[in-house]
């Protein structure tokens, strides 16, 4: 079976964390480190508590390992650990028709979807889901095609969430708009993001809210854009033509979250 690799100190932490109570699951993982540090000795202290192989190796034996991550500088500095498991294993995968069929319907029920049009950008996915830990989100929904691929399985992606993607409930979906649309049904406001809307700080955001954010390039697809029940902007006052959508989307959760307090 395929191998998936983890590099970063905070992925690996997370990553291990998340699987620290599923210990018939850990079997699938295995730890590789060199002349550790205290942060990687503590790493492999937190990794043979959760039952998880731990093996020392040559710094060599790493470097050959992350040469097939992506050519990222970052993805491929391991700094001394490395975390390998079955490629496949995904403990935060979200099956979508059934999660929607478990939430608490009641008009209290408090909840936050975050749908993401066509953002292809690893970076900015694993910012988004850092601030969808942050900031309480219950679900985020991505398309099969046109995003980074699988979410939990990307390095790139796991190092810029600071190991969130552990963690953040995600589920790849074949039609956001089908998927757009059951949440109507199940009681969401449907909320995109465009310089055109509302300006946030006008808008009172429904107990289930679903925030739409689309690509960089063309935004939200005119399909899911007519999905919307209303559209939310953000009023900035720099030179530049609008906010990162990672920036974007972390400042829209704050404010659900902010107002939720």
């Known amino acids: 079976m395929p191998k998936q690799l983890y ?3 905070h992925a690996v932490e997370e990553k291990i964390r998340s699987v620290s109570e599923l210990k018939e699951k850990v079997s699938s993982m295995e730890v590789f480190y060199a002349k550790p540090g205290p942060r990687v000795k503590k790493i492999i202290e937190e990794a043979k508590r959760a039952g998880i192989v731990c093996s020392p190796c040559a710094s060599e034996t790493l470097d050959k390992m992350v040469q097939s991550l992506p050519l990222d500088a ?9 975390l390998q498991m079955e490629e496949d294993y995904s403990d935060n995968a979200v099956y979508f ?13 408090r909840l936050t979807v975050v749908v993401l049009d066509s953002v292809t950008d690893p970076h900015n996915m694993g910012a988004i889901l850092r601030s969808a830990d942050q900031f309480g989100a219950s679900l985020v929904i991505v398309p099969e095609r046109r995003s980074v691929g699988d979410v ?3 390095d790139v992606v796991a190092r810029s969430s600071a190991g969130a993607s552990a963690w953040v409930p995600v589920v790849a979906v074949k039609n956001l708009v089908r998927s757009v649309q059951l949440l109507k049904e199940a009681g ?22 679903a925030l739409v954010m689309g690509s960089e390039g063309k935004g939200i697809s005119r399909l899911l854009a007519d999905q919307c029940d209303a559209l939310v902007s953000i009023p900035t006052c720099g030179r530049i033509d609008s906010l990162n959508v990672s920036v974007a989307a972390g400042v829209l959760l704050y ?6 307090l």
Do not use: M
């Open 74 to 82: 970052h993805a491929r500095n391991h700094r001394g650990v490395v």
């Open 152 to 154: 939990r399985s990307n």
């Open 255 to 260: 404010e659900i979250y902010r107002q939720r």
């Open 188 to 209: 969401f406001w449907i909320y995109g993001a465009d310089s055109s809307g509302v300006p946030v700080q006008k808008l009172n955001f429904a107990a289930k809210t």
């Open 97 to 109: 028709d059934g999660w929607i069929a478990k939430i608490d319907r009641s008009d209290d029920a």
């Open 7 to 9: 590099t970063g100190f």
